[in-house]
């Protein structure tokens, strides 16, 4: 069951590709159609068509009506397909019904993304995390498929059929793997929490990219810290964390992380196997959102991420860092716009902002000094024991911070919230080295 998943799809295929809508609100814009071929070409297939089709009426066994399947299934012939790509939510039922129908295999968007996730995967924690996205995918397909049978079966009472005990099987089979997965991963957390603690204790502000795939984000983490990162025109280039040094003007050494991109309808079970990927980010001192403002779909795409950002937050319990935004790709817009745009960006108050671009490198130094500002700007709160021989670091905070809270324990020792400034909270953990880690 679960080998059709790990599989890898054999290259090169030819895809025909459809992208169901529903209301004239969710028509799919020519930048829609760009980002689908590019997510299908991201696989290694080559593309026969790609196709919005409305459904008007949800038929439940394929999911689009039946006109449009004999559509299909000519045109995939006329093209000589060998994979039918669905970008939209197939039940499990829909995918086998066309499969059947259409005599070839079929997967949806979650397949496809996760299909591309597995190519790119190249770190260890990487490929478990991708292996437990699939496995969680593909449990829950299991579930429903069995739900299904069981209620075809449904009055025949005790009975407990080859299949059914089957399905069971192969339910706990994947549940060991999960469990094993995220025995795994929770080993890789630790030594993430570790290095970090490292950097933490050193005072070295963080900085993390985040935004929509294909915005920039590498490009613009090759200009900032003169690494040479895996940048291209593709949806997911960058998939495993990377970290590397960063020199502000003033403030002097920062790390800077780029990070895995977000997309539309990313699925639920990669959000949930990338969470420590993610929350890496969450754990940054500052947030730079990367915003391609050279696309159509720019604003889709920024309320995008800052979905897929809240629902972190809310699942962590880790609060977002301040947040400022890089205005990318200015050098793709026409003059007056690129110039507009600047004007713009310099106007922004709510979440302060840039216009750069990340080829050519304009911009780039009031990038620089807008991140060194909010990173001194910004406020951090902190959360210690400290026992009562810590007296000169209890006082020390009291002087230099903003004690938001404070609990004498039975012990003697003291229970402290403190909001530091992010250059205090450095000097902090110079100056007192081990004290928040002690208690993080
Ligand atoms: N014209 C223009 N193109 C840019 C700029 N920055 C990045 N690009 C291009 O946009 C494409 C995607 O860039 P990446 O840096 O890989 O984007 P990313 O956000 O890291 O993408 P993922 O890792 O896939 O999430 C590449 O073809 C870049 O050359 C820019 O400032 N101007
Ligand atoms: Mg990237």
Known sequence: MTDKFVDRLPAPEIAGVVIPWFTPADRPTPDRLRETSGLVEALGCQLGFVRPDQVRKVNPSYL???????????????????????????????????????????????????????????????????????????RSRLVRTWTHLERQRGGSGFLSGPGESQLEADRRMLDDKIIRLRRDLDEVKRTRAVQRAGRRRTGTPMIALVGYTNSGKSTLFNRLTGADVFAKDMPFATLDPTIRKLQLPSLGEAALIDTVGFISDLPTHLIDSFQATLEESLQADLLVHVRDRSSEAEAEQADDVMTVLTRLEKESGLPLPPMIEAWNKIDAMPEGQAEAMMSLAALETDTPAVAVSALTGDGIEALLVLIERSLLGGQQEIELVLAPEQGRARAWLHQKGDVVEERAKDDGASHLVVRLSVERLGQFRSEFPGLLNATA
């Open 64 to 138: 689009l009506s039946g006109g449009i399947v004999d559509r299909m299934a000519a045109d995939l012939e006329a093209e000589h397909c060998t994979l039918e790509v669905i970008d939209g939510a197939l039940t499990p039922v829909q995918q086998r019904n066309l499969e059947k129908r259409l005599g070839m295999k079929v997967i949806d968007r979650t397949g496809l993304i996760l299909e591309i996730f597995g190519l790119r995967a190249r770190t260890k924690e990487g490929r478990l995390q991708v292996e437990l996205a699939r496995i969680l995918y593909e």
